[in-house]
């Protein structure tokens, strides 16, 4: 049995962070837990996954986050605890039924998790969910330390079920990835009754249009007890619910106030430091180093929405400076800020948002906590000017390590394939649209990079595939984008669409429908390496397997193409160039929706299973330098003395740069 | 400020290189010597071939990274990283163990970046105010009997230069229940001849 699952209470280990959270779930005894993977959120998942085979509990990776969150959400309503967890960007995919779910509520614990990515780290955006949370209505909890995820996410359950709201906890991308001591507990699970009520306490509960929640008169009441000089109009359609979920709030504000998650340090000064979340590890660690322990306040606020007003009261009323240390937006400085209006305290909130103490970008650390402290406070730190200039002189010798594909991997093939089929194209500057996956590394430019330019259209000419994607932004808006280009009528070049196989389940397919029923032209390549490769090889619908391992029906990309009505469906091998470049052609003369699947397993996962047995070798005598197999892109090749060559212990023994190669100079080497 | 309080520890290399195992392995031996540990991994997106970070910090330590300049051991499984790393994070008279054998970005093998001589990856380590023990992790990897085990082989020249308050006792036991025993024979194997090339290195000053 996994560690994770059979450890006892009062078991010491070591856990990620985003084990401990999967920890807090199953000391809830969750029942349904669902994720789509996203960095920095994937271990959650898995751990549970793991754990779901000796525990018995439902656990699985969804097609994607709404899949995952609403099916979390429909078990609740079963009277089961439920959990989904999901990256930043995976909330934005759950956005319509997270800000309709609260209207009616839900019944057995409902917990989100949330790992945010402030720096951003991993993700295309550095928004920070806390706001989503806000913005629902429903509670907010952040954890310092693995420990308190563990214990936040267990007590977010049951917190769920006293409010009938869902409740989110917010990690963040540094939290999740490191590893800190946790001492397990007992597992709690709910005593709810597994059934389904459809009048649960309020008449329709379930159904957001349905009639009065719980009929008129019960919320209306309970609207003026809380505000009795308030007048409520009358309400229309899910208003009701809107009603209802309003009249909940003051109970949300009872659990803030009655949180355990709260610290306050008085100090001798009027000056405080307010941390929440993850920001208070450095706080604590800045505040040590600076000696401040006997003269600041200190306040850890581990409820961000709505705030604790217990604890932080006290800290408005005495102090008259206040630091927020916060990781993401600000958050919980404009909610202070609210309080002490409120209160008509005045009193000085320094963070992020007017005088950016802080800066109002990227992620917090020790040094830049304790610099900021160290000002509020009016320390002077000296800084070592010699050691930076010498510094900065070294940084020169420091060579970029710039990102690159894993040797022999496929999408090296499908690259190069789609390279060799644009150059035959009449037209001048293609546009690459790029889903978000492995292949997305075509976007992140090698250096020297071109020098920007002021024309509306411009060809750059880059021989590296490194250079060779245009457009990247979220998952699915690629092959959206694509469309508008069609539709804006650009004539310069081709439009290209390149989708992994768990994208294109994802949120690439309403796209594909969209262009098949408007009539718009769609050339679509679809990088099927079976597996979700970038998150740490997750199963999807064209592996073969579930979450569990178990076998799973797989669901072939062309055949859905097909089914959607493209006009041409090809498949071919990324492992066969030429195969690839002549699938490629077709699709590009192809007037209407084309879908190319180019299959080729990620040769991390096939190496698992299959030891590579020979690597390539150059011949020295029959290479001309042309730097062909350099183009190719793949780690294993070098370089040197105009001659080039390939790392025996990176090469894979894939085969492409022998295909690549113009004047037959690379061989599979006898072993 | 007493820095006694902790100790920092920065293990780094290039991804596929065992550095982030080998950070664990530390961490876990060092929780079964009683002390309260942190351990923060740090990658790119690329899951072979991209620069790799983690820090372990044993000891009274909230942040799960080391501030800059208090790294009191680098571990660098790949010289080039292991001056990235020193210049952010090597506290003035802390330690660099260096693994000589270089794995060349693709900057360099396909572009035209020039990757810095060993010499001057060693003397740039020592204009900070470090020491560096440089040695070739990897051929005595390959001597215990796999390449891979080169992550062991430093965790044996950390451990020589006794500069990280872990029982290698409790490193053994990390280590055994992480492997079979064929592997661990090998990583035991690597383990020691880490130990013994620093060991001699440092006797002879």
Redesign the interface.
């Given at each position: 049995m996994s560690d994770i699952a059979a450890g006892e209470v009062g078991t010491?280990m070591?856990l990620?962070g985003n084990e401990a959270i999967a920890r807090g779930a199953i000391e809830a005894g969750v029942r349904v837990a669902a994720a789509y993977p996203g960095t920095p959120s994937s271990e959650i998942m898995e751990t549970l996954i793991e754990a779901s085979k000796e525990l018995g509990f439902d656990a699985r990776w969804c097609v994607n986050e709404k899949v995952a969150f609403e099916a979390a959400a429909g078990a609740s309503l079963t009277g089961v605890r439920s959990f989904a967890s999901m990256k930043n960007a995976g909330l934005n995919v759950c956005m319509d039924l997270w800000m309709s779910l609260p209207y009616g509520g839900v019944r057995g614990g409902l917990v989100v998790v949330v790992a945010d990515d402030p720096a951003p780290?991993?993700s295309s955006a550095a928004q920070d969910c806390r706001v989503g949370a806000r913005w629902a209505h429903v509670p907010c909890l952040e954890p310092e330390?693995q420990q308190e995820a563990k214990d936040m996410v267990k007590a977010a359950f049951a917190m769920s079920e006293r409010l009938e709201l869902p409740v989110m906890v917010r990690s963040v991308a540094?939290l999740s990835?490191?590893?800190?001591?946790v001492e397990f507990g007992r597992i709690e699970p709910s005593d709810m009754v597994q059934g389904f009520n459809k009048h649960w306490k309020l008449a329709f509960r379930w159904a957001i249009y349905g009639p009065p929640a719980g009929g008129s008169s019960r919320v209306r009441e309970m609207l003026h007890q809380q505000h009795p000089h308030a007048e409520f109009p009358g309400f229309g359609n899910s208003g009701w619910k809107q009603a209802w979920l309003v009249a909940r709030q003051p109970d949300v504000v009872k659990e803030a106030e009655a949180s355990p998650f709260e610290e306050l340090q008085r100090g001798r000064e009027p000056i405080a430091i307010v941390a929440s979340g993850f920001g208070?590890?450095?706080a604590?660690?800045a505040i040590r180093?600076l000696?401040l322990g006997e003269r600041v306040w200190f306040c850890k606020v581990g409820m961000v929405h709505p705030l604790p007003q217990r604890t932080l009261m006290p800290v408005l009323r005495n102090c008259k400076r206040i630091l927020v240390i916060e990781d993401g937006e600000p958050f919980v400085e404009p909610q202070l800020r609210e309080l002490a209006q409120n209160e008509g305290l005045d009193v000085e909130i320094s963070g992020k948002q007017f005088d950016a103490l802080i800066a109002p970008h990227g992620e917090l650390?020790?040094?830049l906590v304790?610099r900021a402290i160290a000002r509020h406070c009016g320390i002077q730190v000296a800084v070592d000017q010699e050691?930076q200039q010498?510094?900065a002189e070294?940084?020169g010798?420091?060579?970029?390590?710039?990102?690159?594909?894993?040797?022999g991997c496929p999408h090296l093939g499908t690259y190069w394939a789609l390279r060799e089929a644009m150059k035959l194209g009449r037209k001048y500057v293609p546009i690459v649209n790029v889903e978000i996956g492995?292949y997305e590394?075509a976007e992140y430019g090698?250096?020297?990079y071109p020098e920007p330019s002021d024309a509306p259209t411009q060809r750059y000419r880059s021989d590296?595939l490194y250079n060779f994607a245009d457009t990247c932004y979220v998952m699915g808006s690629a092959t959206s984008m694509a469309l508008g280009q069609e539709r804006a009528g650009y004539k310069d070049g081709e439009i290209v669409v390149i989708a992994g196989d768990s994208s294109f389940y994802h949120t690439c397919m309403p796209a594909l429908v969209d262009a098949v029923w408007n009539g718009t032209r769609l050339t679509m390549i679809v990088v099927d390496n079976s597996w979700t490769?970038?998150t740490g090889h997750q199963p999807c619908p064209v592996t073969g397997i579930d979450a569990l391992g178990e076998p799973a029906t797989v669901v072939p990309i062309d055949r859905v193409a097909k089914a959607m009505g493209a006009g041409l469906v090809e498949v071919a091998s990324a492992y066969d160039v030429k195969e690839a470049e002549v699938a490629i052609r077709k699709a590009l003369d192809f007037d209407g929706v084309a879908v190319v699947v180019l299959r080729g397993e990620c040769k991390?996962q096939e190496l698992r299973r299959v030891p590579k047995e020979t690597v390539m070798k150059v011949d020295e005598e029959l290479c001309t330098g042309c730097r062909q197999c350099?183009?190719l892109?793949c780690?294993a090749?070098?370089?040197?003395d105009k001659k080039a060559g390939i790392?025996p212990?990176?090469c894979v023994g894939c085969g492409l740069c022998v295909q690549v190669c113009p004047v037959e100079a690379i061989a599979r080497e006898n072993s | 400020m007493d820095k006694k309080e902790v100790t920092n520890v920065i293990l780094t290399g290039v991804g596929g290189q065992g550095s982030i195992l080998a950070s664990h392995l530390l961490a876990e031996a060092a929780l079964k010597d009683g002390h309260d540990v942190k351990l923060a991994e740090t990658y790119g997106g690329a899951t072979r071939g991209g620069a790799v970070l983690s820090h372990v910090r044993i000891g009274q330590a909230w942040s799960p990274r080391t501030p800059e300049d208090q790294a009191d051991v680098i571990v660098a499984m790949e010289p080039l990283e292991g001056l990235r790393r020193a210049i952010q994070f090597l506290r003035p008279g802390g330690w660099v163990l260096l693994n000589t054998h270089p794995w060349y970005p693709v900057d360099v093998s396909a572009g035209g970046m020039e990757y810095p001589a060993i010499d001057s990856i060693v003397e740039a380590i020592q204009r900070l105010g470090g020491r560096v023990l440089s040695f070739d992790a990897s051929s005595l990897a390959l001597e215990a009997g796999s390449s891979r085990s080169a992550n062991v082989a430093m965790l044996g020249g950390l451990f020589a230069l006794g500069k990280v308050d872990v029982t290698e006792g409790s490193l053994f036991q990390a280590i055994e229940e992480r492997w079979s025993a064929r592997l661990v024979e090998i990583n035991r194997k690597a383990y020691k001849l880490g130990h013994d090339h620093v060991s001699e290195k440092t006797r002879q000053g």
């Amino acid at each position: 049995m996994s560690d994770i699952a059979a450890g006892e209470v009062g078991t010491r280990m070591l856990l990620l962070g985003n084990e401990a959270i999967a920890r807090g779930a199953i000391e809830a005894g969750v029942r349904v837990a669902a994720a789509y993977p996203g960095t920095p959120s994937s271990e959650i998942m898995e751990t549970l996954i793991e754990a779901s085979k000796e525990l018995g509990f439902d656990a699985r990776w969804c097609v994607n986050e709404k899949v995952a969150f609403e099916a979390a959400a429909g078990a609740s309503l079963t009277g089961v605890r439920s959990f989904a967890s999901m990256k930043n960007a995976g909330l934005n995919v759950c956005m319509d039924l997270w800000m309709s779910l609260p209207y009616g509520g839900v019944r057995g614990g409902l917990v989100v998790v949330v790992a945010d990515d402030p720096a951003p780290l991993y993700s295309s955006a550095a928004q920070d969910c806390r706001v989503g949370a806000r913005w629902a209505h429903v509670p907010c909890l952040e954890p310092e330390s693995q420990q308190e995820a563990k214990d936040m996410v267990k007590a977010a359950f049951a917190m769920s079920e006293r409010l009938e709201l869902p409740v989110m906890v917010r990690s963040v991308a540094r939290l999740s990835h490191s590893v800190g001591v946790v001492e397990f507990g007992r597992i709690e699970p709910s005593d709810m009754v597994q059934g389904f009520n459809k009048h649960w306490k309020l008449a329709f509960r379930w159904a957001i249009y349905g009639p009065p929640a719980g009929g008129s008169s019960r919320v209306r009441e309970m609207l003026h007890q809380q505000h009795p000089h308030a007048e409520f109009p009358g309400f229309g359609n899910s208003g009701w619910k809107q009603a209802w979920l309003v009249a909940r709030q003051p109970d949300v504000v009872k659990e803030a106030e009655a949180s355990p998650f709260e610290e306050l340090q008085r100090g001798r000064e009027p000056i405080a430091i307010v941390a929440s979340g993850f920001g208070a590890c450095y706080a604590r660690e800045a505040i040590r180093d600076l000696e401040l322990g006997e003269r600041v306040w200190f306040c850890k606020v581990g409820m961000v929405h709505p705030l604790p007003q217990r604890t932080l009261m006290p800290v408005l009323r005495n102090c008259k400076r206040i630091l927020v240390i916060e990781d993401g937006e600000p958050f919980v400085e404009p909610q202070l800020r609210e309080l002490a209006q409120n209160e008509g305290l005045d009193v000085e909130i320094s963070g992020k948002q007017f005088d950016a103490l802080i800066a109002p970008h990227g992620e917090l650390d020790v040094d830049l906590v304790r610099r900021a402290i160290a000002r509020h406070c009016g320390i002077q730190v000296a800084v070592d000017q010699e050691r930076q200039q010498i510094k900065a002189e070294l940084a020169g010798l420091v060579t970029p390590r710039s990102s690159t594909l894993c040797a022999g991997c496929p999408h090296l093939g499908t690259y190069w394939a789609l390279r060799e089929a644009m150059k035959l194209g009449r037209k001048y500057v293609p546009i690459v649209n790029v889903e978000i996956g492995c292949y997305e590394q075509a976007e992140y430019g090698q250096q020297p990079y071109p020098e920007p330019s002021d024309a509306p259209t411009q060809r750059y000419r880059s021989d590296v595939l490194y250079n060779f994607a245009d457009t990247c932004y979220v998952m699915g808006s690629a092959t959206s984008m694509a469309l508008g280009q069609e539709r804006a009528g650009y004539k310069d070049g081709e439009i290209v669409v390149i989708a992994g196989d768990s994208s294109f389940y994802h949120t690439c397919m309403p796209a594909l429908v969209d262009a098949v029923w408007n009539g718009t032209r769609l050339t679509m390549i679809v990088v099927d390496n079976s597996w979700t490769a970038m998150t740490g090889h997750q199963p999807c619908p064209v592996t073969g397997i579930d979450a569990l391992g178990e076998p799973a029906t797989v669901v072939p990309i062309d055949r859905v193409a097909k089914a959607m009505g493209a006009g041409l469906v090809e498949v071919a091998s990324a492992y066969d160039v030429k195969e690839a470049e002549v699938a490629i052609r077709k699709a590009l003369d192809f007037d209407g929706v084309a879908v190319v699947v180019l299959r080729g397993e990620c040769k991390l996962q096939e190496l698992r299973r299959v030891p590579k047995e020979t690597v390539m070798k150059v011949d020295e005598e029959l290479c001309t330098g042309c730097r062909q197999c350099v183009h190719l892109g793949c780690p294993a090749v070098t370089f040197a003395d105009k001659k080039a060559g390939i790392d025996p212990l990176l090469c894979v023994g894939c085969g492409l740069c022998v295909q690549v190669c113009p004047v037959e100079a690379i061989a599979r080497e006898n072993s | 400020m007493d820095k006694k309080e902790v100790t920092n520890v920065i293990l780094t290399g290039v991804g596929g290189q065992g550095s982030i195992l080998a950070s664990h392995l530390l961490a876990e031996a060092a929780l079964k010597d009683g002390h309260d540990v942190k351990l923060a991994e740090t990658y790119g997106g690329a899951t072979r071939g991209g620069a790799v970070l983690s820090h372990v910090r044993i000891g009274q330590a909230w942040s799960p990274r080391t501030p800059e300049d208090q790294a009191d051991v680098i571990v660098a499984m790949e010289p080039l990283e292991g001056l990235r790393r020193a210049i952010q994070f090597l506290r003035p008279g802390g330690w660099v163990l260096l693994n000589t054998h270089p794995w060349y970005p693709v900057d360099v093998s396909a572009g035209g970046m020039e990757y810095p001589a060993i010499d001057s990856i060693v003397e740039a380590i020592q204009r900070l105010g470090g020491r560096v023990l440089s040695f070739d992790a990897s051929s005595l990897a390959l001597e215990a009997g796999s390449s891979r085990s080169a992550n062991v082989a430093m965790l044996g020249g950390l451990f020589a230069l006794g500069k990280v308050d872990v029982t290698e006792g409790s490193l053994f036991q990390a280590i055994e229940e992480r492997w079979s025993a064929r592997l661990v024979e090998i990583n035991r194997k690597a383990y020691k001849l880490g130990h013994d090339h620093v060991s001699e290195k440092t006797r002879q000053g």
